[in-house]
T-cell receptor, first 115, second 112 residues
């Protein structure tokens, strides 16, 4: 148990579907992140929220839409995805930004398959 | 462009030996370097953080070195155990930045 919970753990969707990934952290952290992990590739930072304000959008296509209603919850809304979007989507949180206190606590991930 | 290189080939060692994993970077001046462990199908787990002005850091059987001249970090696991088998990721961070840039990771296999 890492203190960061992601649901669902597995998701299969068609290209025309709309679905959402959910993340909740119980650590009292201020920053939350979405990362994408594809096979044989490094983790790619997608979005960063600090005190529920978006501070980073790493050139992510608009078919991915994040939402952060408060410092404990983070969503990733998915719409008209492509098969190449199939990956492990990881949510993380951190107490601070950078340096000591900036280490990330990850959830177990949501494995997404787009048919 | 910024680049982080970790050996893509798996490191296969005998139980009890010291495992040494390498992280090299170019076109980057990180203030902090972190190491994570990732098991198959799981999220990464933070292990150690080292600052640019620290040469070495230890935690139990783990040791990390950081050489900003060579642009390299070494990650050592002494007295390795089969339970240490996992993928190990290094990640670099600029000063006061939330952007953590990850390497692709190196898979470690410890044979009993």
């Amino acid at each position: 148990e890492t203190g960061v919970t992601q649901t669902p753990r597995h998701l299969v969707m068609g290209m025309t579907n709309k679905k959402s990934l959910k993340c909740e952290q119980h650590l009292g952290h201020n920053a939350m992140y979405w990362y994408k992990q594809s096979a044989k590739k490094p983790l790619e930072l997608m979005f960063v929220y600090n005190f529920k304000e978006q501070t980073e959008n790493n050139s992510v296509p608009s078919r991915f839409s994040p939402e952060c209603p408060n410092s404990s919850h983070l969503f990733l809304h998915l719409h008209t995805l492509q098969p190449e979007d199939s990956a492990l989507y990881l949510c993380a949180s951190s107490q601070g930004q950078g340096g000591e206190g900036g280490e990330l606590f990850f959830g177990e991930g949501s494995r997404l398959t787009v048919l | 462009s910024q680049k982080i290189e970790q050996n893509s080939e798996a490191l296969n060692i005998q139980e009890g030996k010291t495992a040494t994993l390498t992280c090299n970077y170019t076109n980057y001046s990180p203030a902090y370097l972190q190491w994570y462990r990732q098991d198959p199908g799981r999220g990464p787990v933070f292990l150690l953080l080292i600052r640019e002005n620290e040469k070495e850091k230890r935690k139990e059987r783990l040791k990390v070195t950081f050489d900003t001249t060579l642009k390299q970090s070494l990650f050592h696991i002494t007295a390795s155990q089969p339970a240490d088998s996992a993928t190990y990721l290094c990640a670099l961070q600029a000063d006061s930045s939330y952007k953590l840039i990850f390497g692709s990771g190196t898979r470690l296999l410890v044979r009993p």
